[in-house]
């Protein structure tokens, strides 16, 4: 099982907020090594796009294991706006070439959102462009869509991928079966989130997702690709325990597949 996290999960919360690049994220990759886990999906946020070291040429993030560069900066209405896509996006795209970092993952969440057809359509006629201009990059999106609103973006593009957040996919009450048989051979990451049916994250194995039924339908499509923990804080100050026990909650499932 080739698991890790998200950014920052190994630290404090940043003023407060859940998911936020973090002031020592050297120190979260030797506590990568240090609990098991093998990758960290390397967070882009607002609070820190223009000083986050990915845009630091002097900087050589080639000896970190990144899995991807998630492009949380774009969790924005003005995602349809083609300046701000261009001013945020394509920034991004250069230094995760500059860094060998093989994917970008896109939240269409929240703001962000693109369930209204014609937000979707706008989005389309821009995202596509970036496809074409980056090949040999992988653009992996994280939605809260119905399958045939995603399926839409995905056929967009060769090099147009899924981040299958099984979180998201609970909240949104899309069944998880159907959501894989259909993205088998585009799902690139797997962010791995325990929520409710009324979108609160919590423990793994407390909520409403069954990693059971996810873990066997994953492995009868022969899914090989990243595991990524973005799963619930728990008590501030205590990030590292958190992380070995939701990692030992999540292993235990897969392993019984």
Known sequence: MNIGIIQGRLSKPVNGHMQEFPADWEKEFEL???????????????????????????????????????????VDTRIVDKEYLQENLSPICESAIRNNVRVITIPLLEGSSVEDPKIRNNFKD???????????????FECELSIEALQEIIELCENFYVTYDTGNITSYGIDHSDYISTFC??????HLKDRTYAAKTVEPSTGGTDFSLIFKNLSLIKYDGVYTMQTARGKMGNEYNTVLLHKRILKELYDAK
């Open 32 to 74: 990568l090594e240090k609990c098991g886990l093998n990758h960290i999906e390397w967070l882009i946020t607002k609070g820190t796009n223009k000083s986050n070291p990915a845009f630091d040429k002097n900087v050589c993030l080639k000896r970190f294991p990144i899995s991807s560069f998630c492009a949380d900066t774009l």
């Open 126 to 140: 821009l995202i596509v462009e970036y496809g074409k201009q980056y090949p040999s990059l992988e653009f992996s």
């Open 185 to 190: 051979g585009k799902i690139n990451n797997v």
